[in-house]
C-alpha cells in the first residue's frame, strides 16, 4: 500500500467514525430529489425572464443543498454553523462531527476547485480571530477539524434543459494544503461502500414448516 493509498483508508476511517451510513445515503438520493424539483421551480417561474434563468437555478440550488446539508445534519447528529464561512457576503452551511467538518458548494466541473472559495483558509482564518464565546454557536465549533471536506456537486450539463439540469455527479473532496488542488476525491457510492455491511441473521426452526411429521397424515394420503 503506497502513501496516498493509506491516506485514503485512514481518511475513509475517520467518516466512518465520525458519521453515519444513513447521512451519505440521504445525501445522494435527497441531492437528486433537489436538483429535479428546483428547475422545476425556476421553469414555472413566470417572474423570471428566460435569459436570466440558468443564473437563477443556480442561485436557488445552492440555497436548497444548503438547507438539505443543514437538515442531514439535524437529522444524523452532526453540528451546524451558519455564520463561521462567510464569502462575498453569502453565509455558507458548515457541519461537523468528530474530526469530520464539511461545506457543499456547486462545480462547474468534478475535479476543479470551486470559485467561492478556499473555503479551509477562510475557516482557519475566522478561527484564529479573538471571539467571545456567546453561546450562539454549537460546542467545538471553534475547533478546526482534521478533516476537512467539501461536498461537490454538479449537473448533466450547462443549458437550461430539464435532462441537463439533473444531477450528473456528487463527491466529496479534500482540499490540499496550499488549497490550489484537490488531495483526495471521494463519490459518495465509495463512503457508503466503506461502512460495514451488517448481516441479518436468520433462525431456523427445528422443524421446517414445509416438512410434515410421521404422524401428521393428511386427507388423500395412503395408509
Known amino acids: ?65 444548503e438547507n438539505l446539508l443543514i437538515d442531514l445534519a439535524k437529522r444524523h447528529g452532526l453540528s451546524h454553523s451558519l455564520s463561521l464561512i462567510v464569502q462575498n457576503n453569502r453565509r455558507h452551511a458548515y457541519v461537523f462531527n468528530g474530526d469530520v467538518s464539511m461545506t457543499q458548494s456547486y462545480v462547474q466541473a468534478i475535479g476543479n476547485l470551486p470559485q467561492p472559495a478556499k473555503f479551509r483558509e477562510k475557516l482557519a482564518s475566522t478561527m484564529k480571530l479573538p471571539r467571545l464565546d456567546l453561546g450562539d454557536e454549537p460546542e467545538g465549533a471553534f475547533i478546526l477539524r482534521q478533516l476537512y471536506g467539501l461536498i461537490a456537486h454538479n449537473p448533466i450539463g450547462r443549458r437550461f434543459q430539464k435532462e441537463e439540469q439533473k444531477l450528473g455527479m456528487i463527491q466529496f473532496c479534500l482540499p490540499s494544503s496550499d488549497c490550489k488542488a484537490w488531495a483526495l476525491e471521494f463519490t459518495i457510492a465509495e463512503i457508503a461502500d466503506a461502512y460495514p455491511t451488517v448481516i441479518s441473521k436468520i433462525t431456523m426452526t427445528r422443524s421446517l414448516s414445509w416438512k410434515k411429521s410421521k404422524d401428521d397424515k393428511g386427507a388423500g394420503e395412503s395408509k
Open 1 to 65: 500500500m503506497n502513501a496516498h493509498e493509506q491516506l485514503r483508508d485512514t481518511t475513509l476511517s475517520m467518516i466512518v467514525r465520525d458519521t453515519s451510513a444513513e447521512f451519505w445515503n440521504e445525501l445522494r438520493s435527497r441531492s437528486i430529489i433537489v436538483y429535479a424539483n428546483t428547475f422545476a421551480d425556476v421553469e414555472n417561474n413566470d417572474g423570471v425572464l428566460p435569459d436570466q434563468k440558468i443564473d437563477f437555478l443556480l442561485q436557488t440550488r445552492h440555497f436548497q443543498m
